[in-house]
Every structure is written in C-alpha cells, then in structure tokens.
C-alpha cells in the first residue's frame, strides 16, 4: 500500500531571534540609545533565550533579565505599545516556567484593561494571544485552550472584525485538530473556509489543507482528495499566493491521487512539487517529491524512465539525512521488485535494514514534528517485505512483520494498519493458519469498506436504526393481538399459500426482467466501448495537434528573436554610419581651417568660416544621432541649442554683448528635415551675429514652436539695425539668403524676412513622423 502524504505544517511559529545573530545583537545594543529600538532588541534577546533549544536555567534567567529592561525602559520613555509587547511576552514567559495561574493573571488585567478603555480589538487580541501560547498536553489544559480562544472568537463577532473572528475560528478548528477531536475541526474548518470565500481571504488554500489533514487522519480518503483539490485550486486562483506553501499543497494532493492510483495525475503535482523545491533549494521537498515520482513511474511500469530519473536526481542534493537516504533507498528496492530483479534487491537488504533501523530509532522524536512519521516509515520500509513476499521467504517475512506489528498503532493511519495486515494475511495463509487469514482478510475489508463507502455505511446505519423501531412496534402490535392471530390460524395458512405461489410467479418474473436487463446493459456496454475507441482516436489526434502547435509557437518565437537581433544590428550599422559621417565633416572642417590659414583675403576667410560653420551645423546632427537609442529622429529643442552654444562661442558673442533667448518645443525630427533647418538657423543666425549689433550688443531670439497640428513654426529675431530701407527679398542674390530659401523649399514650408525692430526671419514648415517627447 502507498505511503500516505508527509505533511510537514508548523502550527506556530517560534519568535526566535537566531543563535548566530546573538553576538551582533548584543553590540548593537550596548551602541543604541535609550529609545525604542533599544526596547526592540531587548525583547529579541529575551525571546531568544526563551525559547532556545535545551536551554538551561542561566538562559532563562537572561529572558528574565530582558524583559525587566524592556519594562523598565517603556514606561520610562511612555512608549505604550512596546509596552503591550512587554506585557505578552511576561506572559509567555509564566507559560514557560508552567506558571499557569500568573499567565493568567497577567492576560486577565491586560484584557480588562483594554475593555475597560472600551478597545474590543486589542481586548479580543489579547485572548488570541494567549490562547495560541497556552499548552494543550491534557483534556483539561485543551479545554481551557478552546474557552480562550471562543473568549476572543465571541468578542470578534460581537463588535463586526468579521476577519480577525474567521481567523479565530481557524485556530480552533486547529485546537481541535491537535486534540484529535476530528469531528468537531472537520465542523469548524467548513465553517471557515464559507467565511473566507466571503471575506475573500487569502488563507482559504491553508483552511482546505488543515481540513484535507483532518479527513486523512479519520481516514476518510475520498473526501481527503476533493479537500486537496479545493486547496490547489484556492492556492492557483490567488495571484500573489506564497511559492513555499505551494509545494506541499501540490505534493499532498499527488499523494492523494496515487492513493486512488491515478498515477499520472499524481505525476503532474509531484513534478510541480519538486520543480517548487528545486528553485528554493528545499532539499528534504525536493527528495520527498522525487521518491514519489519514482514510485508513480515503478507503478506505471516505466522502469527506464524511473532508473534514469534515480539517478539524475539522487545527486541533486548529494549531504541527505538518514530519512532522505531512507527514501532513495526504497524507491529502488521497489523498483527492483517491480522489474522482478531478485538478485540486485537481495544485494541491497544488508545496506536498507541498516539506514531502516536508524529511522525507526528516531520515529519518537520524529512523531513530535510530524504525526505522518509513523506512516512514512512503513510505506518507505514496506518493499523489504514485498521482497521476501516475492521471492517467497516466510520466515523472513514474519520477522519483518513482527517489527512492524511492535509500532505503536495509535499512531497508524488506516492504510498503514491494511498494510501490516495485507502481510500477516499471506504469512498466515502460507503457514496454513486459515483462521488466522480469514481473521485478518475481514479486518482488510472492513478497512476498504470503511475507506469508499463511508457515506453508504452511515445510510445503512440509519436504515438498521429504523428497522429495529418498526420491527419493536410490530412486536407490540403481535402481543396485543394475539388471540386474534391464534383464532384465525387457518386462514393464515390458506393465505400464506395463496402469497408463496404468487411469490414463485413474482420470483420467475423478476428473473426474466433481470435476464432482459442484464442483456440491455451488455448492449450498452458495448456501445460505451465503440465510444470510448472513437474518443481515444480523438484525443491522440488532439495531442498531435497540440504538438504541432507548441512547435509552430516555438518556430514563431525563433523568428521574433531572430528580428529584434536584426533590428539591433540595424541600429549599430546606423549609428556608425552617422558616427563616420561626423569624423568625415569634422575633417572637412579641419581642412578648411587649415586652408584658412593660408588665405589673405578677409572676404575669403569669412567665406571658408561660414562654410566651417555650415558643416558644424549638418556635423551636431550626426553626433547626436549615435549617440542616443534613437538614430532615426533628433530633439529639436537640443539641437538648436548645441548650435546656438556652438556659435556663440565661435564668434565671441560673450564679449560682443550679444545675448541668446531661446522658446523651443521638445519635438522630434527626421535627419531629412533636421539638417535643412540646422542650415537655415545657422544662416540666420550668423547674419544676425555679424550685421546687425554694434558694439553695445543686443538680443536675438529664436522660437521654434509646433503652432498647429504637424506644423512649426521657426523664427530668428534680433533687436539691432534692420534691413537697409531699400532692401528687396526677390531682388536679392546672397548665398546665405540663397540657401535659406532653397532650404525652406526643401523643407516644404515658406520663408519669409523682413524688417522691425530688428530683423525677422519666419520659416513654416510641416514636420514629417513628429513625435511629441513625454515631459520627464
């Protein structure tokens, strides 16, 4: 029989400040002030020593020492709150020293402090907490532990904390879990999981889980498995559900499966169980989950896939404990078994009883975490005695048993007990014991009855209850009329024979409608099977399609990748051909530098700089097109700035006095429209520069603004001189004035100059893909 689930949940967590964080704690504390950080670390440090480990009576004297500080300081400095945690942790401490009566007292007063200042929420909190803290070794020390907890579950409700009252009810549906009271924690846990469907709570997979637990220790199965369900699908359906816990939801219910033997269902949430564990490093899930898809693969009769999985996986976690060795162990005994490989199981007894005898030595301590320990150990121990089963060595067998009938059974599940007694039936069989077997074949029985037909049996219960009614009133009923019955003796008997004949004629029948059915429902069933060939056809024709489409998807993912590698490449050939352009200009300009120098002539020189000029403009575009992510558009507002510093400087605006007022939108242009516009600003913006100031100075203002949809609007300003008074745009033959018209055509837009004050220059333009920057 399989092994049932390991269900490794902690009922509470211990606030433990770690053994190897004591020592900084500690010198954190001698540095920090009397604040309530201070007060912080105190009550870590007493916590600490409170529930160390093998703690001796020095530790609990340094608890002691902690929380009197803590105390101390708190109501030194009036911090209130840390003074509520002073006043919990007093408690626990009582708790610990098994002083019952003083933990009580202290969370009485600190719960009738919080009713008398009319404060239900940390009234009720108060109970809560000191009914989780509260031992529950005994009937007596449990049933205190419920009034608590129903103490504070009543003040919840009462004051509409329909939450926090869910979450009570939860503890004790747990309390009574703990307590083995699994009738009323089944009620509890409905109870709550209907509340936390309302509240939309996100603790509905744990209320499912604790309830599955339950129906796995009533052993009712069944019910167990669709609890599971509930929980995976609870847990998949919350978003931001904890990846830790997932693991044993998705592990318990695989165990659930197999015990139904759906083996590839269970194979499906051991995988995602292992793959969880994995990712976290978790090695004792890790090695729970692979020994159970090594069992799910040696029952499907996959035995190279199991011996391929065994070993890629045994090496995953190379440091195991025993139980972990215990668990890799088995699932090979069980595979050779399997396989019938006799000989290769016999070599493998002297090293499994040796790792199994270890194991079963530490089942106390282990039993004090896990109350499955006991079921681990004899479904992982149980393929030794399927071996000498097998290879039919009886003595051996009954010596096996005779150490799984020494376990203490108060601690078996069901199925562990049909275990041990599935092998002492074919010990008994084997001997001749008959008596003995068929003893033990009605126990089994009675278990597999128990475990699918639960709610029938209850439906029989109640009918025997009330056939034993019927038949009391019937006695009654004879007794008082008994004469009459003795009177009419013989007409009885002629009407009893007058019912058996109509009995035999009822009896054939009755036969003869059976016959018809039973022939109907061969007929059906064959129907069923040509049915279920035609569905089978189908769902492999749906798997090949599905495959076709997983690759088809692959194939498409390839080409995506394949593009952006493409559009990436793209992009640095872009950039570096803009960046080539730019070293090509700056040697150009260089050059013409150079040729400069050799010049006499003034015009010509001024010719060879606006030239240099010009280049820088188209040369500005370049540099600042590799060296952004963008190299297909440039910020307007940037470039036209870059120019403006790039002029200024070239002719000395600063000591000229000539100042720069720039009003730009942030928009983006095309390298076909930037450079066009990048040698009109520099054309009229040189000209202002060189013609229209005197020594005073002066201002030029430039405003590039996107004046309607698609559209800017490009102007360059100046307060100085103006345009001679007989100055004619047609008229004129410049080459600056050449090119900024030319360029404004180039541009599809209109250029337009004239006078006052000062000189303006009004390019319009549409703008191609603009793109407006998203303001930072």
């Given at each position: 029989m399989k092994r049932l689930a390991i269900c490794i949940f902690l009922i509470s967590y211990a606030f433990v400040a770690g053994a190897q964080n004591v020592v900084k704690l500690l010198e954190k504390l001698n540095k920090t002030r009397k604040d309530t950080n201070r007060i912080n670390m105190q009550l870590q440090l007493a916590r600490h020593y409170l529930y160390k480990p093998g703690r001796p009576h020095t530790d609990m004297d340094s608890a002691v020492y902690y929380i009197t500080q803590a105390e101390m300081l708190s109501k030194t400095i009036h911090a209130t709150a840390h003074l509520d945690s002073v006043v919990f942790i007093k408690g626990e401490l009582a708790i610990e020293q098994n002083n019952l009566s003083l933990a009580n007292q202290i969370f009485t007063e600190a719960a009738n402090h919080y009713q008398a200042h009319r404060q239900p929420l940390k009234e009720a909190n108060v109970w809560r907490y000191y009914a989780n803290h509260m031992p529950a070794s005994d009937k007596a020390k449990t049933d205190n532990k419920l009034k608590i907890h129903n103490k504070a579950y009543e003040i919840y409700l009462k004051n509409g904390f329909k939450l926090q009252a869910a979450n009570e009810q939860f503890d004790i549906a747990l309390t009574y879990q703990n307590a083995n009271q699994f009738d009323k924690a089944?009620?509890?846990?409905?109870?709550?999981?209907?509340?936390?469907?309302?509240?939309?709570?996100?603790?509905?997979?744990?209320?499912y889980y604790n309830l599955a637990d339950t129906y796995y220790r009533k052993g009712e199965m069944p019910k167990e498995l669709l609890a599971r369900i509930n929980c995976v699908n609870a847990y998949d359906a919350n978003p931001k559900h904890d990846t830790y816990w997932g693991q044993y939801y998705y592990f318990t219910l695989g165990v659930a499966y197999y015990n139904k033997r759906q083996f590839e269902q269970a194979l499906v949430y051991h995988q995602k169980c292992v793959d969880i564990a994995g990712k976290l490093n978790d090695y004792e899930m890790y090695n729970l989950g692979v020994h159970e898809i090594l069992t799910c693969y040696i029952n499907l009769k996959k035995y190279p896939t199991a011996i391929a999985y065994l070993k890629k996986t045994y090496q995953k976690f190379p440091k195991k404990t025993v139980i972990e060795e215990s668990m890799f162990l088995s699932a090979e005994m069980k595979l050779y078994n399997h396989m019938k490989n006799n000989a290769r199981a016999e070599k493998m007894i002297p090293r499994f009883k040796k790792t199994f005898l270890l194991v079963r030595d530490g089942i106390p301590d282990e039993s004090k975490k896990n109350y499955n320990a006991m079921d681990n150990f004899i479904a992982t121990y149980d393929p030794l005695p399927k071996h000498?089963?097998?290879t039919k060595q009886w003595t051996k067998l009954a010596d096996e048993l005779k150490i799984l009938e020494a376990l203490p059974t108060d601690k078996m599940s069901v199925l562990s007990k049909m275990t041990i007694y599935q092998h002492r039936f074919k010990v008994d069989s084997a001997k001749g014991e008959f008596l003995a077997a068929l003893k033990g074949f009605q126990r089994i029985k009675i278990i597999k009855d128990s475990l699918t037909n639960i709610a029938t049996s209850k439906q029989i219960s109640e009918l025997?209850?009330?056939?034993?009614?019927?038949?009391?009133?019937?006695?009654?009923?004879?007794?008082?009329?008994?004469?009459?019955?003795q009177k009419n003796n013989l007409e009885k008997i002629h009407q009893q024979r007058n019912i058996t004949l109509a009995g035999v004629l009822v009896g054939f029948l009755l036969a003869g409608?059976?016959?018809?059915?039973?022939?109907?429902?061969q007929?059906?069933?064959?129907?069923?099977k040509n049915k279920q060939e035609e569905i089978n056809i189908q769902n492999t024709s749906l798997s090949f399609l599905l495959n076709e489409k997983e690759k088809l998807l692959q194939d498409k993912d390839n080409l995506l990748e394949r593009q952006q590698d493409l559009l990436t490449e793209k992009e640095w050939l872009l950039r570096e051909v803009h960046h080539r352009v730019k070293n090509n200009l700056q040697i150009?300009?260089?050059l013409l530098y150079t040729q400069s120098a050799y010049l006499q002539n003034t015009d010509a020189r001024d010719a060879i700089r606006d030239s240099q000029n010009r280049v820088q403009a188209i040369s500005i575009i370049h540099q600042k097109l590799y060296s952004k992510s963008n190299?297909?558009?440039?910020?307007?507002?940037?470039?036209?700035?870059?120019?403006?510093?790039?002029?200024?400087?070239?002719?000395?605006?600063?000591?000229?006095?000539?100042?720069?007022?720039?009003?730009?939108?942030?928009?983006?242009?095309?390298?076909?429209?930037?450079?066009?516009m990048g040698l009109i600003l520099n054309e009229a913006i040189t000209n202002c520069i060189k013609y229209a100031f005197d020594k005073t100075g002066g201002e030029i203002l430039i405003n590039a603004k996107l004046s309607a949809p698609e559209t800017i609007t490009l102007l360059i300003s100046d307060n100085g001189k103006g345009l001679p008074t007989n100055f004619d745009l047609t008229e004129t033959s410049s080459l600056g004035m050449e090119m900024m018209k030319a360029l404004s055509k180039q541009l599809g837009g209109t250029f337009e100059i004239k006078n006052g004050p000062g000189v303006n220059v009004l390019v319009i333009f549409k703008v191609e893909r603009q793109i407006r920057r998203l303001s930072s």
């Open positions: 089944e009620q509890n846990y409905i109870l709550v999981i209907r509340q936390f469907e309302l509240l939309k709570s996100s603790r509905i997979a744990e209320a000498y089963l097998l025997e209850t009330k056939y034993l009614s019927v038949q009391k009133d019937k006695k009654i009923q004879e007794l008082n009329n008994q004469s009459a019955i409608i059976l016959y018809f059915a039973y022939r109907s429902k007929r059906s069933n064959f129907k069923l150009v300009m260089s190299v297909a558009t440039i910020v307007m507002a940037d470039y036209i700035t870059d120019l403006v510093r790039y002029l200024y400087t070239c002719y000395d605006c600063g000591n000229r006095k000539i100042r720069f007022q720039e009003n730009l939108d942030q928009v983006n242009l095309d390298i076909s429209q930037a450079v066009p």
